[in-house]
């Protein structure tokens, strides 16, 4: 079987490297050296096998595993599970795999493609970030989504789009995953901070990132966790050095320029991708934070 996916019209002529598979579909291509994994366990517990070591997973969990790395499972049967295939270069063409054999990454730090090798991390430590087995709670729900939008993307191909939007998904869910790693190191540091404050504050970034594409308000937050606005953006201030919805804003932006960056859907689907309903607004916000509008930005970005 081929982990990549091809156009179902042969005039088309495009492939992209990404490919979901299920359960032991999945595993039968685990060590397959062309491809990363992002591997998603969605029920059962049991042992694998990582890079010589024994990894005791309960699910959900999430393991991430680039194209040099090897996994056993133990008992095949353990566990219920979805895997997306993919290689670099489905989310930037310059990243072959000598990119990564070198460590040519490390000179880029500071760049627009270094934007794009940081939501690499999970599989190559680009930030220098420990690469771990990850336990997940609700936010399996979300993992689990956008890996169905992408492998029905791949399937269906209902319009000549597909390419560009199953890699927008792609870039989403990367996306998520860094956040909520990065979401995770804010949680570690509670034996540090205040412990109120540091939950209220994880809870909030949690909820954000579940919710990126839906609208949020400061009444709608003050509702869910039961804090009124001034105490939600005092402890922003203090650890993040904004507000929530200034917050909220910057999240959105930078899923949005890694779109427009690195894909050629409509622009009302990225707005919408992103919790804008209005594409003006959306692209009043965009030039506010990127100093040019969503189409300038895109044009500027292409090589």
Known sequence: MDLFTKSHDREWNRIVFLKVLEDNDAISYMNDRETCKMILILSGNGAIECNNRVLHIVAPALLCINHEDSIIFKESNAFLMRVLFFQPIALNDKFLYDFFDDKSFKKMEGTTIYQDLTLLSSFYGIDYSKRTLIM????????????????????????????????????????????????????????????????????????????????????????????????????????????????????????????????????????????????????????????????????????
């Open 136 to 303: 997940l709670d609700a936010s399996s729900v979300v993992f689990k989504r956008l890996m169905e939008k992408i492998a029905i993307e791949l399937e269906v191909q209902k319009d000549g789009y597909w390419p560009c939007r199953s890699r927008s998904y792609f870039i989403e869910l990367l996306f998520f995953l860094e956040g909520f790693r990065h979401n995770k190191r804010i949680e570690e540091l509670s034996v540090v901070i205040e412990k109120n404050a540091n939950n209220l504050l994880h809870n909030i970034i949690h909820y954000l990132n579940q919710n990126i594409n839906k609208k949020i308000t400061l009444e709608l937050l003050e509702k869910k966790f039961s804090y009124n606005r001034n105490k939600i953006n005092s402890e922003f201030q203090k650890e993040m050095n904004t507000t929530v919805m200034k917050y909220i804003v910057l999240m959105r932006m930078q899923l949005a320029g890694t779109i427009l960056r690195d894909t050629e859907i409509p622009m009302i689907e990225v707005a919408m991708r992103v919790g804008y309903s209005d594409v003006g607004y959306f692209s009043r916000t965009f030039k506010l934070h990127y100093g040019k509008t969503p189409s300038e930005y895109h044009n500027a970005m292409r090589p």
